[in-house]
Structures are given as structure tokens and as C-alpha cells.
């Protein structure tokens, strides 16, 4: 009797190790594929927008910050850029400017071309609406409607071209940019794309300034890849022009040109550049 109780007890050990060896065996096997999933980030692509988002949260405040500061300087850069990620870009923008001085009207005469192409990210049809239009400083003589005009305005997509009629919009400003007081006649005007990969747009203006003016300046309104500007003078004796880039960037993405046979400068970035970056030129008179 005493013989099988311990027989029975035996296989009863015996019997419990290798279960709890199989389920060890089965325990370490989904530890491991967990670890692997974890390691593959394949878990990732079953996560809703609010738990990426969270996670991102979690993994930036590990790689810079020992507390999840909300007012820290990259927290706000971050969030400003997150909401360009899934917007319309400019992929390529030219902006050139060829200035008459007119000593005799007491004016300057701006040509502004401007070529560029914007790119839809997604898969979604976006419209796309492009500002137009300057603060400008009155002329005595000139009417405000004539102080700035658009000349062109040509969208191609695919093989269509598509010619835009924009209608400008003019007041006097009852208060004027804070940096330019005397830029008090607001002209403005805008028109709507519908884009569903790409499409290129060509934009020539005309505007009138005082010749005391000598400032020129063009900031782009969506991040840009690539980005440059030329600004000739045609009658520039005795006039010379020199010209900047500003902006949130790396200055290895800035080349300043100066033309050699005649007076102008090209400003170019080679990098994104961010909206509200861009450049600015001035003109200055030789004295004799």
C-alpha cells in the first residue's frame, strides 16, 4: 500500500515539474514575442491617433526632458511645425524683382515675377488659398488702386493651364504695421486651388513706390524646399542694392550672390525654410 501512495506521489512530482517546465517553456515564448513586437515596433500600426500621440509625448520627454515641460521652447517649435506636416509646401519658389528708379516721378517701379510649385502631401484633395497683395506707401499723383497691380496670374496642372482673374482689394489702413507706419494703404486680393498632387504657379505684379523707400522685402506663407530671389536694378547708376535672408534656419542654407556685370544680388536657400522666413533688400545711393 505504502508502495503505490508513493508511486502515485512520484508521478504527481514528476508529473507538476514538467507541466510548470512546459509552461515556462510557453511563458518565456510570449515574453519573447512581446519583446520582439516591442523591438519591431509593429505594435505601432494598431495604435489610434490619441495613443501615438501619447507615446510620442512619452518618448520625446525621455530623449530631452526629465519632466514634460508644455512651455519649453521645443514643445512650442514641435507643435508649430506638427501643423504644417500634413499641409500644402512649396516645393520650389522663385521670386525676382527688376526695379526702375525714376528720379524725374520721384518713384520707383517694381516687376515682381514669381514662379512656384505646390505640392498636396496627402492622398486627399486640398484647396489651397493663395494671398496677394502689399502694404503700400501713398503717392502724390497716384491713385491707391494703382499703386499695386497683378499683371498674371497662370496655374498649370497636369496639362491644363488655367489664367486667374484676382480682384484686389483697396483701404487706406486706420492702423498701419507697427514697423512701417507710413505702409497705409492696404491692397489684398487672393485666389483658391484645388490640388491633388501638385500644380505651378506664375504670378507677375507691378507696384509703385516712393524713391525714398528703399526696402524691399518677401516672406513665403508655407514651408518651402527650396527657395531663392533675385533683385535687379536696370538703371542703377548711382544706386547699388544689397540683399538678405532671414529667418528660423541653418545659415549653411543661405547664399547670398552679387551680380558682377550688372547690379543685382540672388538670395538663396538650399533647405526648408519655414513660414514668415525670407528676404529682404535695400537700396542705397552712391554719394558722388
Known amino acids: 500500500m505504502d508502495f503505490f501512495k508513493e508511486f502515485f506521489i512520484a508521478v504527481f512530482i514528476v508529473g507538476s515539474v514538467a507541466i510548470f517546465m512546459e509552461l515556462t517553456h510557453y511563458g518565456r515564448t510570449l515574453v519573447d514575442s512581446l519583446r520582439k513586437m516591442m523591438a519591431t515596433d509593429d505594435f505601432i500600426n494598431d495604435l489610434d491617433e490619441p495613443r501615438l500621440k501619447g507615446l510620442k509625448s512619452n518618448v520625446d520627454r525621455r530623449l530631452y526632458f526629465g519632466t514634460n515641460d508644455p512651455t519649453s521652447f521645443f514643445y512650442v517649435v ?11 509646401y512649396y516645393e ?27 505640392v498636396n502631401p496627402t492622398s486627399e484633395v486640398k484647396v489651397k488659398n493663395v494671398p496677394v497683395g502689399a502694404y503700400m506707401t501713398p503717392i502724390e ?11 498674371k496670374c497662370r496655374v498649370t496642372i497636369g496639362n491644363q493651364t488655367i489664367d486667374k482673374n484676382i480682384k484686389l482689394f483697396v ?31 506664375e504670378l507677375v505684379a507691378e507696384s509703385l513706390v516712393p524713391i525714398t523707400d528703399i526696402h524691399y522685402q518677401h516672406r513665403i506663407t508655407a514651408p518651402c524646399k527650396r ?20 529667418g528660423f534656419m541653418d545659415e549653411k542654407k543661405l547664399k547670398i550672390i552679387p551680380y558682377k556685370n550688372t547690379n543685382g544680388v540672388r538670395v538663396e536657400f538650399n533647405g526648408w525654410i519655414l513660414p514668415g522666413d525670407g528676404v529682404i533688400f535695400t537700396i542705397a545711393k552712391d554719394i558722388v
Do not use: W
Request: hydrophobic share 30%.
Open 171 to 201: 483701404e487706406r489702413c486706420q492702423n498701419p504695421p507697427s514697423s512701417a507706419p507710413s505702409y497705409e494703404v492696404d491692397i489684398s486680393g487672393h485666389f483658391s486651388i484645388e490640388i491633388k498632387d501638385s500644380c505651378s504657379i
Open 92 to 118: 520650389e519658389y522663385i521670386n525676382d524683382v527688376e526695379c526702375i528708379i525714376d528720379e524725374d516721378k520721384n518713384y520707383m517701379k517694381k516687376v515682381i515675377t514669381r514662379l512656384f510649385t505646390i
Open 227 to 246: 527657395f531663392s530671389s533675385n533683385f535687379m536694378l536696370k538703371n542703377y547708376a548711382p544706386y547699388r542694392v544689397n540683399g538678405f535672408g532671414f
Open 141 to 151: 499723383d497716384v491713385n491707391d488702386i494703382d499703386l499695386y497691380k497683378i499683371n
Open 78 to 88: 514641435e507643435d508649430e511645425i506638427c501643423n504644417f506636416l500634413n499641409e500644402c
